[in-house]
């Protein structure tokens, strides 16, 4: 039986590469007062539903778009949360 | 006979009547491809032209690379067949594996288009075949995402066998070690960011453009 499961697939630019973006917001914060922000790297959300046999075949085919389709792996990093919705 | 350059057009190119134009000026006859076609026809080169391909959704090219016609691109690149990807086209051939490495937002994260100066660095590509090392060409980039990324030895392997196609004299979107343009092991297949389509007549402001397209239509 098939169940349905809520994934969540968070894309960030692999470490090393220079992230134009997140130092742009880096050094714009302390201009509205916020002190201490290091570290800034923006990425992309993305969030759908599967349908699969169980968690592990869900992460499977998560992992599989991944590879294909959703990120880049030349410059791309991912994290996959799959949660089974009840 | 005439060399007939069959140009791809994806929803979203807009350079492809641009390339057209430059290639029937040089003697070549441009054709227009649609990109849910399954077969390039009786082509003598590919060029996937710049534009957004797909609105650009998700990345650069990573719509576009599952088109139809990618598969017949592919089959046709594998044969040794001339595949020329400008600026959008070349972010496609690097989605589609076709090419290494990723193009990745300009440092500065601005949008460029200007004229560029630009050194040949290989002859040994369909592009620069009839150019010689070193020669100095002006041709405009046009792109937000043109800043070249790849591992080290992917880069490596670029610079050992003289893959390295164009690079820039001046570097302006932070593209590693100011690559402007690289081609596959056998040279058939180029990506650059620059346009080589909007320096091909005088009143363009540079023809030097031309002198990279005359490479696809010359024959190998």
Redesign the interface.
């Given at each position: 039986m098939s169940q349905t499961f809520d994934v969540a697939v968070e894309v960030s630019?692999r470490e090393g590469?220079?992230d134009?973006?997140g130092l742009?917001i880096e050094r714009a914060l302390p201009a509205l007062g916020f002190s201490g922000v290091s570290g800034v790297r923006v990425g992309k959300s993305l969030r759908f539903m599967v349908e699969a046999p169980d968690e592990a075949e869900a992460r499977k085919q998560v992992e599989a778009m991944c590879e294909r389709?959703?990120a880049?792996p030349?410059?791309e990093d991912v994290a996959i949360a799959v949660n089974k919705v009840s | 006979m005439t060399a007939k350059v069959g140009v791809v057009v994806f929803p979203g190119s807009n350079c492809e009547h641009d390339v057209v134009e430059a290639v029937d000026a040089i003697g070549g006859c441009g054709e227009l491809l649609w990109h849910k076609d399954i077969h390039l026809g009786d082509v003598d080169a590919v060029v996937l032209p710049g534009g957004f391909a797909h609105g650009d959704y998700l990345r650069t090219g990573a719509m576009a690379r599952f088109s139809p016609i990618m598969d017949a691109v592919a089959r046709f690149a594998r044969k040794g067949g001339p595949v020329v990807g400008i600026c959008n086209g070349f972010q496609i051939l690097t989605e589609a594996q076709l090419l290494p490495g990723a193009l990745y937002k300009n440092r500065g994260l601005k949008f460029l288009c200007q004229p560029a100066e630009l050194r040949v660095e290989s002859t040994d590509s369909v592009l620069t075949r009839g150019l010689a090392e070193g020669d100095q060409l002006n041709i405009p980039i046009n792109h937000f995402e043109g800043n070249y990324i790849c591992s080290e030895e992917t880069l490596a392997e670029l610079r050992d066998n003289n893959r390295i196609v164009l690079t820039y004299g001046e570097n302006p979107n932070g593209a590693t070690a100011d690559i402007a343009g690289i081609c596959n092991e056998s040279g058939n297949v180029v990506g650059l960011m620059p346009h080589p389509e909007r320096a091909a007549h005088p009143l363009l402001g540079s023809t030097d453009g031309a002198l990279l397209l005359e490479g696809l239509i010359s024959g190998g």
């Open positions: 630019l590469i220079a134009p973006e742009t389709l959703l880049n030349v410059i | -």
